[in-house]
């Protein structure tokens, strides 16, 4: 076994109202920043894990987004990096 | 009747729930621990509102992992009431015993009284209401905004689990009149069994002329009307 550290996003479902995402482009609006369409804000996790191998530790951490870390019913995930620890 | 009241770490609505169960209905309750594995002969379970494990992650969702959970959610496979407010309803959105899930509100965290109308009467939290009802009691939550996709939510409308909605003074469901973005101004819902119910308002902070209503005692009122039925 091998220790992991796999990085996981977990955002808003697009289509789904997200009031601090919306928040935060107004702000940058108002700074300025005209340019920005929109803004979503979400979690990032990064769990240090055991696992055979490197596919072994992301599907792992799949298994734990749609079991605890993201609500099926509103957020989606995706793994960001997974690297060796 | 037996009423058994979730403790979780975290929970801070249980002593007002034991309250309207021992002191307003004259029934029996108990506080049940989190992490034991006992029901204790409850007919009804009640999951308090509070603010679970911090509301960490997402609010309910740590919780829902707690060890009488399994119980809770057998007892609900059995047909046993669950009902759950607020943290509760978050609770069980999270284990599935409810559709839908309840997302941080489009306004910031909302303290205040709301008016909600009962929409069905065949659950055990509703049935002494009439449908059309107008109900005063408060909500205290940032993250009590009901959603789920279009399929789901024409489907509670359609089998009739669409229990309360936020309304207005003259009982119409509003933009204005609904408290945190909650879609179709839903404030309450029933699973397809009828027999787990949740809603965000606290009908366990409405009984007494003190508290400014006394409109949650119908609700409370309806555990006893089913238990004898």
């Known amino acids: 076994m091998t220790s992991y550290r796999v990085a996981v996003h977990v955002v808003p479902r697009r289509g789904i109202l997200d009031p601090q995402g919306k928040a935060v482009t107004e702000a940058l609006h108002s700074l300025g920043f005209a340019a920005v369409a929109e803004v979503h804000v979400g979690r990032h996790l990064v769990i240090q894990t055991a696992a055979a191998d490197a596919a072994a530790a992301e599907a792992s951490v799949r298994a734990m987004c749609a079991k605890l870390l993201a609500n099926p019913v509103t957020e989606d995930f995706e793994i960001a990096s997974v690297v060796a620890a | 009747m037996k009423v058994g009241i979730v403790r979780f770490p975290g929970s801070n609505c249980e002593d007002d729930a034991w309250h309207a169960i021992v002191d307003h209905l004259g029934e029996e309750a ?124 024409d489907r509670l409308e359609g089998e009739g689990q669409v229990i309360f909605r936020y309304v207005d003074a003259a009982g119409h469901p509003t933009d204005a009149a609904n408290p945190n973005g909650a879609m179709r101004n839903i404030a309450g819902v029933c699973n397809a069994a009828r027999n787990v119910i949740g809603l965000m308002p606290h009908p366990e902070r409405a009984l007494e002329p003190l508290h400014g209503s006394t409109d949650g005692l119908v609700l409370f009122q309806s555990l006893l009307a089913t238990a004898r039925a």
């Open chain 2, 30 to 153: 108990v506080i049940l621990w989190h992490k034991d594995h006992d029901l204790q002969g409850s007919d009804v379970v009640i999951l308090p509102g509070g603010f679970s494990y911090g509301d960490y992650l997402r609010s309910g969702a740590i919780a829902r992992f707690s060890p009488i959970m399994n119980e809770v959610e057998a007892h609900a496979q059995r047909g046993g009431v669950v009902l759950g407010i607020c943290n509760g309803f978050q609770i069980a959105c999270e284990a599935g015993l409810l559709p839908g899930a309840l997302l941080c509100n489009d306004r910031g965290y909302r303290h205040m009284p709301v008016t909600i109308r009962v929409e069905n009467t065949d659950t055990a939290f509703s049935a002494a209401g009439t449908v059309g009802q107008c109900l005063t009691m408060p909500i205290a939550h940032g993250e009590g905004r009901f959603t789920a996709d279009d399929a789901t939510l």
